[in-house]
């Protein structure tokens, strides 16, 4: 009977033991951050993109696009405006319509943040195996022009709620590509206007940073650090940031290292804009410029996980608001 005591009593100190030891080392780490992001909600607004089929610049699905987000947006407590300008049909014939949709959070905030994601889908799948889907088949752009398209929507939910100095604008660019013939045709129509906008009349507000998001929703999530953003030097420390934080939170599908250099809206917008801009772009996508590319090749964890490091290193932006930047560009 004693040693049966004996025993009890050591079970009763070991149990109080291991609680204290998990008690207190929960409380010296804290918990993990919680992602606030709805990923399922994220991937029901590419379904719903989607559904709307090919959106190219100029074309009626595009027009509804554009209705859409502005309801969404409007609802949501986003000022929005169109930036509206034609450019060239690559095909020949009348001028293309193109507009380009900014939604301003927190207007009244001078210091400001661009989020950046084309919403144009390319005309056609000229990269699929079949060369007469190439020709003919339809190009969704679930992950190519939805994905980022869809993370914004989502995104929207907890713009109102973030508080600080710093506001955000989220910038939808048209004409990424409007792009027939690769080497013949012109990318980047939209974030070329609005960076020459910006240059010609510019705003009373500045952007400290800008963030391009394209092709965050692939399945298999990997985000290697784009060669351009990680090189240059005024948008080096701004891809460090965001990496930092996604591994702050654990988020491995960023990955800390160079791989591709990818022509992408933070050219203009950092060349010609001097907005120091990075380019956040899973470029290892199989389904690139294909048919395949549909909502089944992305994933709600993706879309959930890009939009929490993004909104984690907002906030972290907001406890920095009151540091001056250094100017971008060069
Ligand atoms: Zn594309």
């Known amino acids: 009977m004693k040693l ?10 070991f149990a109080a033991f291991s609680f204290v030891m998990v008690w207190s080392s929960a409380a ?19 379904e719903q993109l989607c559904a709307l089929g090919p959106r190219p610049s100029g074309s009626a ?14 609802k949501l407590g986003g000022k929005v405006t169109m930036q ?3 450019a060239a049909n690559p095909l020949g014939g009348e001028r293309v319509p193109m507009a380009n949709m900014i939604v301003e959070w927190h207007p009244d905030r001078k210091e ?3 989020l950046c994601a084309h919403y144009d889908t390319r005309p056609l799948p000229d990269r699929d195996p079949n060369p007469v889907q190439q020709r003919f088949g339809k190009f969704i752009g679930a992950n190519d022009g939805g994905s980022g398209t869809a993370l914004l929507m989502e995104l929207a939910h907890l713009m109102p709620k973030l508080e600080g100095p710093v506001g955000v604008d989220f910038l939808l660019v ?8 690769e080497k013949r045709d012109p990318y980047l129509l939209g974030s070329t206007w609005f960076a020459e906008q910006y240059i010609r009349q ?3 507000h500045k952007y400290r940073w800008g963030v391009v998001l394209d092709m965050v929703g692939d399945e298999s999530l990997q985000l290697y650090q784009e060669r351009n953003s990680v090189t240059w030097r005024d948008t080096r420390p701004l891809v460090k940031e965001i990496w930092a934080t996604a591994a702050r939170l654990g988020v491995d599908e960023f990955i800390p290292r160079a791989r591709y250099e990818v022509k992408d809206d933070h050219l203009p917008l950092r060349n010609t804009a001097k907005i120091p801009t990075c380019d956040i772009i899973d470029f290892d996508y199989p389904a690139w410029h294909t048919t395949m590319d549909t909502p089944q090749r992305c994933s709600p964890t993706s879309l959930a996980k890009v939009g929490w490091v993004v909104y984690e290193w907002l906030k ?12 971008g560009g060069g």
């Open 4 to 13: 049966f005591t004996t025993d009890r009593w050591m079970l009763v100190r």
């Open 174 to 181: 048209d004409g990424e590509e409007l792009v027939y013939e």
């Open 84 to 86: 509206k300008f034609r």
């Open 112 to 114: 400001r943040i661009l």
């Open 202 to 204: 510019p705003p009373e």
């Open 316 to 327: 972290g932006q907001q406890a920095e608001g009151a540091k001056p930047q250094a100017a």
């Open 61 to 74: 699905a595009m027009q509804k696009q554009q209705e859409l987000l502005r309801e969404h947006f409007e």
């Open 28 to 46: 010296c780490f804290g918990q993990p951050p919680k992602n606030p992001l709805d990923g399922m909600r994220a991937f029901r607004y590419l």
